[in-house]
């Protein structure tokens, strides 16, 4: 990454935290590191990005935020191999994103060199707190809300955007087990599907806590039309494997455009897999778990990594998935997370060097 040009003022914490981590046993986003990036929209515009202890922020009851659920944020993840070089993958994707969610949601875009090198500065601040242990990483959420004050319910004249950090773990501590959804629905044509709002997952929480009381880990959402056409999971995109092809659907209005899901599509491709992306039917997924042609599923997020599902359920019936010996999901999660953590060459020219 270029060097930072942003002057970005940094209020060092008195103490750190660190020392009270436990590295070894990291689980995903519940410790936080020393330091946040801050930066307010005020008076039409935003201001100086700065980077100040890890704090609670004091907020008006009536800030937009809590009635009217203003916010958008990103994941991403920080990686660090063995030179003590720090490694980032695709940020400009996730800031691109932000912004594309941020015009959906009525908030004023941000300038590039507020978030990279806003990011940058965090980073090198708390460069201690990227974790190294495999399978581990630095997870980094970048996130704006709406800070203004009003009752009336119309966009906010201010704003923050917020960058704090976790040390982290695996999202999933293994396979899980999902419900085809066939009542609720994620998202809808028109909708905000495709922004990483706030209030997308907290619409997701009571379909999915149904879910969990009847054992499954996660939701598969399919369209809210007909519940016809497998859409997405809780928190990635969704990538099926019938024989030898490997599926995913087609992004939309109701679906996230994720990262890791256009990673995984030209890795695949790469390694001569054959990929179609094109709506998949929940139908053809039944059929093809009866008649055994349905080899594998998996999720793919930046939290998520590559995710296996080792089933689903569907109008009250259960389908298991085959155990295989040599999986796509196994091929491809460790070419992705080789790219990120510098353990192989970089033939897309995804990883960026802090
Ligand atoms: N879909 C949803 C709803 C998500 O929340 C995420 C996580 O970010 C993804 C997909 C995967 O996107 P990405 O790979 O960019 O993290
Ligand atoms: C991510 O994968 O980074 C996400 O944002 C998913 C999140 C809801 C945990």
């Known amino acids: 990454m270029n060097t930072a040009t942003t002057d970005i003022a940094i209020t060092k914490a008195k103490t750190s935290k660190i020392t009270e981590v436990d590295f070894d046993n990291l689980t ?48 991403m993840k920080a990686y660090k191999d063995a030179n003590d070089d720090v490694w980032l993958f695709r940020p400009l994707e996730n800031f691109k994103r932000l912004n594309i969610s941020s015009k959906r949601l009525a908030i004023p875009e941000l300038p590039e060199s507020y978030f990279m090198d806003g990011l940058k500065t965090l980073l090198e601040v708390d460069k201690n707190w990227i974790p190294t242990k495999a399978g581990s990483s630095l997870y980094i959420r970048p996130f704006i809300f709406a800070s203004g004050k009003g009752f009336h319910a119309s966009p906010a004249d201010e704003y923050k955007f917020i960058i704090c950090t976790a040390p982290s773990g695996a999202y999933f501590s293994g396979k899980v087990k999902v419900l085809i959804e066939e009542t609720y629905s994620r998202s809808a044509n028109g909708g905000v599907g495709f922004a990483k709002a706030g209030g997308n997952y907290a ?9 969990v009381a009847k054992g499954y880990q996660q939701v598969i959402w399919t369209d809210d039309t007909n519940h016809e056409f497998i859409e997405e999971a809780g928190a990635m995109n969704i990538f099926i494997r019938i024989n030898d092809t490997l599926l995913t659907g087609p992004t939309s209005d109701r679906i996230l455009d994720g990262i890791t899901r256009k990673s995984i599509i030209d890795i695949a491709k790469a390694e001569g897999i054959p990929v179609e992306v094109r709506k998949i039917t929940v139908s053809e997924v039944v059929e093809a778990a009866k008649n055994g042609s349905l080899k594998e599923m998996f999720g793919a997020g930046t939290a998520a990594v590559v995710s296996p599902i080792s089933g689903f359920g569907y109008q009250g019936v259960d389908y298991d998935l085959p155990e295989l010996t040599e999986t796509y999901a196994d091929k491809l999660k460790k070419i992705i997370t080789d790219i990120q953590t510098n353990k192989s060459e970089d033939p897309f020219g995804w990883r960026v060097k802090l």
């Open 28 to 75: 995903f986003g519940k410790v936080f590191s020393d330091h946040m990036l801050v930066c307010d929209y005020k008076d039409g515009s935003w201001q100086a990005p700065k980077v100040v202890p890890y704090q609670p922020i004091s907020l008006d009851p009536s800030a937009k935020i809590f009635h009217y659920g203003q916010s958008v944020f990103e994941g």
């Open 203 to 211: 619409g997701q929480f009571y379909p999915t806590q149904l879910a």
